[in-house]
């Protein structure tokens, strides 16, 4: 907690007795307390408390979590009952935040973690209304032949500045802040997209994506976080999210 101290006539009046003249009346000194802000482990306790399949319900049994890390187990998809798999999302909604975490994939793999998802009967997908921090192997992946589709990338509206993506296999740090429509993603220490949103030229951009024909895509100013599961074997960890 931070404190901030109000002292008004009492510290007028300790002044005054130091310089010798006569103190005027003190008054209680007041402290006023105000939260300092805090980051949340939205894996903390090493269970998916935090966490929902998206359209409801609880996370399916396809996600998995040990020693804090959280993956979608893909490799046995094959035995997967209906409604283990899925995106799983955030039971919470956030509107201006910093968001951390880790990730790996799979060789060939491909997911992505999207914000600002709008969860309602009209809205079959995640991706039908939320943006997307595209997860990928570029290397063995073919949608990393779209230029827009790669590791980093603002899926297919913002190309990265640069590609600083790891191997398949070893784990990427990247970071999402989203403030009073000012956009930025961090992948591996470097800014790889920086960009304002809900202005008119964000709109001219979405209108050139595959989202133009999705109502009200990328609209939402609050919205949840997701996991995509898109099929392959993919990891986080520490992932943290504060409130700005």
Not at 23 to 50: G, H
Request: proline share 2%; hydrophobic share 35%; aromatic share 12%.
């Amino acid at each position: 907690m931070k404190r901030h101290y109000i002292l008004g006539a009492a510290l007028a009046g300790i002044l005054a007795s130091c310089s010798g003249e006569k103190a005027v009346e003190t008054k209680e000194i007041i402290v006023i307390e105000t939260p300092t802000e805090e980051w949340t482990d939205l894996f903390a306790n090493n269970d998916f408390s935090n966490w929902h399949k998206y359209g409801g319900g609880e996370v399916g049994k396809g996600w998995k979590i040990e020693n804090g890390e959280a993956y979608l187990d893909a490799t046995n998809k094959d035995n997967w009952a209906e409604g283990d798999g899925g995106d799983i999302t955030t039971n919470e909604e956030y509107e201006n935040f910093h968001l951390k975490y880790d990730w790996k994939i799979s060789q060939n793999g491909n997911s992505g973690l999207i914000f600002y998802t709008h969860e309602a009967p009209d809205y079959k997908r995640s991706y039908n209304t939320g943006l997307e921090m595209q997860i990928l192997d570029n290397e063995g992946h073919p949608d990393a032949k779209i230029i827009s589709h790669r590791a980093g990338d603002l899926y297919d509206l913002i190309v990265s500045s640069e590609e600083t993506i790891k191997p398949y296999g070893q784990w990427n740090s990247a970071e999402i802040i989203s403030n009073d429509g000012k956009l930025e993603l961090i992948l591996n220490g470097t800014t790889v997209v920086s960009t304002t949103l809900w202005t008119p030229e964000w709109e001219a951009l979405v209108a050139g994506s595959k989202f133009k024909n999705m109502p009200n895509w990328g609209t939402f100013k609050k919205g949840s976080i997701t996991l995509q599961d898109h099929g392959d074997l993919v990891y986080f960890k520490n992932v943290m999210i504060k409130k700005l």
